[in-house]
């Protein structure tokens, strides 16, 4: 196959040290992925300048809105542009059939990260930024949270997706 369909990737899923804690995620079911697509490892927050390691960032629901928050010692810094304007270039620059992203991260998460409520509550179904502005702007470009690529019939199904994406 000469000509590979493009699927980005958390970095951290295929080996890069890039998390929060200087960690990786990795992933062999993901990284065999390799033998049909070609894989393109992203990390958002490294991208939008943040380093390793480094302070945890999150999201706090602020209204109506969901803000991507670093609150340190040295007070809180709103990263939520900078992630939404990332996620848009990122798109534009690359000709995407297909992600799989970090479940549970604050810029990768699907419908699965922890969210600060304005009550000072917590709940486990929030978006990531870079997640959720892709999902805005590219609708239709599958999509597989890294947990279920261990369930085979999930990861045939993005599979799927992925080679049929475009036509």
Aim: charged residues 20%; neutral net charge.
């Amino acid at each position: 196959m000469a000509n590979k369909k493009l699927i980005a990737v958390s970095a951290c899923l295929l080996g890069y040290k890039v998390r929060y804690d200087g960690e990786h995620q990795t992933n062999e079911k993901i990284q065999s992925l390799s033998e049909f697509f070609e894989l393109l490892p992203v990390c958002p927050e490294m991208e939008i300048g943040l380093g390793v390691p480094r302070e945890k960032i999150a999201l706090y629901q602020q209204g109506l809105m969901t803000r991507l928050l670093i609150c340190g010692d040295k007070g809180s810094i709103d990263l939520t542009e900078k992630m939404q304007v990332y996620a848009q270039n990122f798109l534009k620059v690359h000709n995407l059939a297909g992600m799989i992203l970090k479940d549970k991260s604050p810029s990768c998460g699907v419908d699965n990260c922890k969210q600060w409520l304005a009550t000072g509550e917590v709940n486990s179904t929030g978006t990531g930024i870079f997640a959720a502005t892709v999902m805005r702007l590219a609708p239709e470009l599958p999509m597989l949270q890294s947990h279920l690529a261990e369930q085979q019939s999930e990861l045939h199904a993005f599979i799927n997706q992925v080679k049929c994406y475009g036509y």
